[in-house]
């Protein structure tokens, strides 16, 4: 007898309402076939609509009277079944950050739909050359122009492309037809991937490592070997070789047949690196990432999984790749934001990564010149394996770095974006025809527009923030999408002096070229990194020296290698130390000290000059030594004394409701529900009361910190307890509370250890 005849499954719908499974009876035909992870389709709800599930078990236990249970209408057609480990994933992900089940399953998915194979076709010819001859004669006496030609150019070729064939020589698909009914050609069809990476480079073998490189690829490949599964963080000097270390342990891997996945925290940072990697692997080397189509992530993924790779590159999306046989999941710049979702489920790839690795009896390599503190902090209390790199195997030096005071340059008159010394260092650069990186932590013009008169800004009717000014006159929010003209005069007060503040890439980009003549000058920010390639196009026009000056945000300033740099200034370092964020100093220092490691990485020597309003702040005076350990140990006292991560734990919740008033009364009541204090949540509380009174603190609720986005209003409560279990219970307590409460209209969302604003 068949054994399974139910199915419980998970319905295709991220609401809470429907966040569990759901039995369905398997129908004849399907016994046997259903199988977990399939995707199938299910009549649901009182309509009986046909929806899309996936089995999350197949059972011989009834839950409900056979006569009850629905039937699985079939398996839906192109549908790719979710594997057991990605099954595991998903849920661990759903407890762990707070989501539906099926919005973790989609997460972990990096393709839901089978797609076709590209073709290639070819001609081939089936007779003699000689017989080829007789039929080509045969066709000019009858003017058959068009055969004609096909077999003059088979007499002297057995193999034609079809593509030259239909298109240089002009043949109609009826006369290839009929040449092949009578047997004198076949036309053959020969399946192929779709690939995204279109190098040409030679292979390469890998360097001499260095005795610290060496020492780091033989402890690891040993514990490998030996069967022991750990986490192991690299924490080496910009230009230390970390990606000769990653290169020469994939290379141990792939010997081991073992496969990898190396995460970068940005698509910008793709390009170089894959290069690096397809010189030494070739073609068995892919990418995965969101400029990728939908067949070209098929593609990979069926690449992987046959075992036709052994490495993919990729942000954080690429951790979800199918390999079978994962040996080792690297983390290069382990300490980027990026690394951290911003919709749900909101997880960390650090900790989704090591869970990952678990899972799949892999190792997990962290790599940064500045380490994040919940990395560098558990590696000091031994969770992590923790190495580190103190020299350039190159010989070169760090880069000499300066930091200029803005308020002495403003006091002395320079009202100019950039300091006299800035300007004197990027002149010599000119003249030597050395290149040189400016690098600003805001986007576009990013200007606010305030009325000088009475005080006014312009802000979006739609969120509670300022609208931006970009050029043209346009003002537009970057939450909603909301777009104006800049008025003349102020909406207010009726003043005339109206205007922007503007700091931002483009502005930058137009004093250049006012300042210094024939300056060639490219941007790399959100707005001229949109469309698909170009990454590729700034990065490799900079590389090939087709500018002097290379004007962005956030994105050049990640693990980009140019030699011929040997000037980095930092135009507004303390922009980010404004952020409402207990990890501004933390973000400020590793900004700062990765930009300083841009200049200097060939065999030129380099220098960086960092402008602020604040040269006493702990953070750029150790990122101008570039002295990691000496701004770990004053951060981390600093969390200690705050109650911030990595010390304590702490979970955001965030409430939003398009009415202000329901959305308050709500944020209340969850907190009156965690504080056990609510009479009517009595029956829903089920954490032990002593150890959330003795390890819980709540903050909370107010108002976000923007308190409205698109119409919706915003509230968050923060929970902090060293026991991240504790943080997990309450999240479980005030789902079910929301599950069984009804609630329609709001939302809610949790986030763990949030990095940035909420």
């Not at 009850?68 to 057609?77: F, P, R, S």
């Amino acid at each position: 007898m068949i054994q399974g005849r139910y199915a419980n499954i998970i319905i295709d719908i991220s609401h809470e309402k429907v966040d569990k499974t759901f039995q369905y009876k398997i129908p004849e035909p399907l016994l046997g076939v259903l199988e977990e992870g399939m995707c199938v389709q299910v009549p649901f709800g009182k309509g009986d609509h046909l929806r899309q599930g996936y089995v999350v078990e197949v059972t011989d236990r009834p839950q409900f009277p056979e006569e009850k249970l629905k039937q699985v209408a079939g398996i839906a057609a192109g549908s790719l079944p979710v594997e057991a480990d990605a099954m595991k994933l998903a849920a661990w992900m759903k407890h762990t950050y707070g989501s539906t089940m099926i919005a973790a399953l989609k997460t972990v998915l990096p393709v839901k739909q089978a797609m076709k194979l590209k073709e290639k076709k070819k001609i081939t010819r089936l007779l003699t050359a000689e017989e080829t001859r007789s039929v080509w004669a045969q066709a000019l006496q009858k003017n058959q122009k068009a055969r004609a030609k096909i077999l003059e150019e088979l007499t002297e070729e057995e193999i034609l492309p079809y593509e030259l064939v239909r298109e240089k020589l002009g043949a109609s698909q009826a006369t290839l037809k009929s040449l092949e009914s009578q047997g004198v050609i076949r036309i053959e069809r020969e399946s192929y991937y779709r690939n995204p990476v279109k190098l040409k480079a030679d292979r390469e073998d890998g360097r001499v490592l260095s005795k610290e490189q060496a020492g780091i690829c033989g402890r690891v490949l040993s514990d490998f070997d030996e069967g022991k599964r750990k986490t192991y963080l690299i924490h080496g000097i910009t230009g230390s070789g970390k990606t000769e270390v990653y290169l020469s342990l994939i290379e141990g891997m792939i010997k081991r047949k073992k496969q990898c996945i190396v995460l970068i925290p940005e698509i910008a940072l793709t390009y170089q690196t894959l290069l690096r990697f397809y010189k030494r692997f070739g073609d068995r080397v892919s990418v995965m990432n969101s400029t990728l189509s939908a067949g070209e992530k098929f593609d990979q993924c069926e690449r992987a999984r046959k075992g036709e790779l052994d490495v993919i590159i990729g942000p954080r999306s690429a951790l979800f790749v199918p390999f079978p046989d994962l040996g080792m999941i690297v983390m290069d710049e382990e300490h980027e934001t990026s690394y951290k979702s911003e919709t749900m489920p909101r997880y960390h790839a650090r900790e989704t990564a090591e869970y990952l690795a678990g899972l799949k009896k892999a190792c997990l390599v962290l790599g940064s010149a500045t380490p994040s503190l919940e990395a560098y902090y558990r590696a000091q209390k031994g969770c992590y394996e923790l190495f580190t790199l103190n020299n350039r195997p190159t010989g070169g030096s760090l880069a000499a770095v300066s930091v200029i005071d803005l308020r002495r340059e403003l006091k002395e008159g320079n009202r100019s974006i950039f300091s006299r010394r800035l300007q004197e260092l990027m002149e010599e650069r000119l003249a030597k025809k050395e290149q040189t990186m400016l690098f600003l932590n805001r986007r576009g013009y990013a200007g606010f527009v305030s009325c000088r008169f009475c005080g006014y800004v312009m802000r979006c009717p739609h969120c509670d923030v300022s609208l931006s000014q970009h050029l043209g006159g346009r003002m537009v929010c970057h939450y909603c999408g909301y777009e104006t003209r800049q008025p003349q005069k102020c909406p207010e007060c009726g003043s005339p002096y109206i205007l922007g503040f503007k700091a931002g890439t483009e502005q930058i980009e137009e004093q250049l070229k006012a300042r210094f003549s024939g300056i060639r000058v490219l941007r790399m920010d959100a707005d001229t990194t949109r469309k698909k390639d170009s990454y590729e196009r700034i990065l490799a026009a900079f590389s090939g020296g087709e500018a002097d000056v290379l004007v962005g945000t956030q994105m050049i300033v990640k693990g980009h290698d140019f030699p011929n740099v040997t000037l980095v200034g930092v135009l507004a370092a303390d922009l980010s130390l404004n952020d409402s964020d207990y990890r501004a100093g933390e973000r400020t220092f590793q900004l700062l000290t990765q930009a300083a490691g841009r200049a200097g990485r060939g065999s030129l020597p380099g220098e960086v000059l960092i402008q602020t309003y604040r040269p006493d702040h702990y953070g750029i005076v150790q990122a101008a030594r570039q002295d990691y350990r000496a701004f770990y140990e004053e951060e981390i006292l600093y969390r200690k004394l705050g109650g911030y991560p990595p010390v304590i734990h702490m979970m955001a919740i965030l409430i939003t409701s398009p009415d202000e008033k329901r959305g308050e009364a709500l944020s209340g009541r969850i907190a009156c529900l965690i504080k056990e204090q609510m009479p009517p949540c009595a029956g829903h509380c089920d954490i032990q009361k002593d150890e959330i009174a003795r390890e819980v603190t709540l903050i909370g609720p107010a108002r976000a910190s923007i308190g409205k986005i698109n119409d919706i209003y915003r509230f968050l409560l923060y929970c902090k307890s060293p026991k991240y279990h504790c943080l997990t219970k309450i999240k479980d307590q005030v789902e079910r509370y929301w599950e069984s409460a009804g609630i329609k209209e709001e939302n809610i969302q949790f986030d763990f250890d949030p990095v940035g604003s909420i």
